[in-house]
């Protein structure tokens, strides 16, 4: 029988890629599950009905991360939906990738958007509801490349530097309650957005596409692997458990040994 007394997670971005993973783990876990992201209905559909197989609730949430509007609403149906929001896990992102002087101006409106205000607009949404219930964990995706940059991503490290920016802020004014902020930053994992840059680099270099994950790789992670995304999931359950309720305004890099050269 499904219980109302579950807590409930919130993870944007969450129809594929990490943020999936980051939905199954917390199913698993006993969390209802507020998933939200593209995709066919369908797929959607049967991304639910796997959720719910663990026991607890799961439930869809359509909304436009780069709209500020949608994203306060965004919370407030997860609320009144489920009747509280434990934890928020700010993952949904974007990528574009080209000089300073050819980036266009709405790639970077989009990027810094959705990758850096709608964190910004669901932190400030979710705080009166998790004041209120006296817990909750936020949780912000954030990039290797929130301390590091590499060339033809001007909008993204902004964003990503920005992001730990915000996660610390948000933790100093939490520090007094019981409620944690703090960022995820991972190095490449093998998503389709990553997936994409390897594509368009192979056919630059004139390699296969296995050539070019490995040469791609290699340039970044001493370790010669990508991470993978149980990893990230693994340590946001972590973030959200008591276990962790003094780890304020801290920035996990997992980058298989990038930020250490």
């Known amino acids: 029988m499904q219980s109302k007394n579950r807590k409930v997670a919130l993870i944007t971005g969450s129809t594929s890629g990490i943020g999936r993973a980051m939905a ?3 199913a698993k876990e006993g969390f209802d599950v507020a998933i939200n992201g593209f995709g066919k209905a369908e797929e959607i559909e049967i ?3 796997d959720l719910e197989n663990f026991g607890g609730r799961a439930f869809y949430f359509g909304a436009n991360l780069m709209e500020k509007d949608q994203c306060q609403d965004l919370i407030k149906k997860v609320h009144v939906h489920f009747g509280r929001l434990d934890v928020l896990i700010n993952n949904a992102g974007l990528q574009y990738v080209a000089p300073l ?9 989009a990027i810094i958007a959705l990758n850096l205000s709608s964190s910004f607009h669901t932190i400030k949404a979710a705080l009166p509801i998790m004041r209120a219930q006296n817990w909750g964990r936020i949780i912000n995706i954030a990039s290797t490349h929130g301390f590091v940059a590499s060339v ?3 909008a993204y490290v902004s964003a990503k530097h920005g992001l ?5 802020v948000t933790a100093l004014e939490t520090a007094r309650e019981n409620i944690t902020c703090n960022a995820i930053c991972p190095g490449f994992i093998y998503t389709p957005l990553v997936e994409a840059q390897i594509q368009a680099k192979a056919k630059e270099h004139g390699l296969s596409l296995e050539e070019e994950k490995i040469r791609f790789i290699s340039e970044k992670h001493p370790s010669q692997k990508f991470v993978e995304m149980e990893d990230l999931a693994n340590l946001a359950f972590f973030l959200s458990t008591d276990g ?5 305004g801290s920035s996990y890099v997992i980058d298989g040994g990038w930020s250490a050269v």
């Open 24 to 26: 199954f783990r917390f």
């Open 244 to 248: 962790a309720k003094e780890i304020r």
């Open 101 to 109: 002087e050819d980036f266009p101006d709405e790639k970077w409106d």
């Open 47 to 49: 991304q639910l009905k």
């Open 164 to 168: 730990v920016g915000l996660t610390k």
């Open 152 to 154: 033809h991503k001007a």
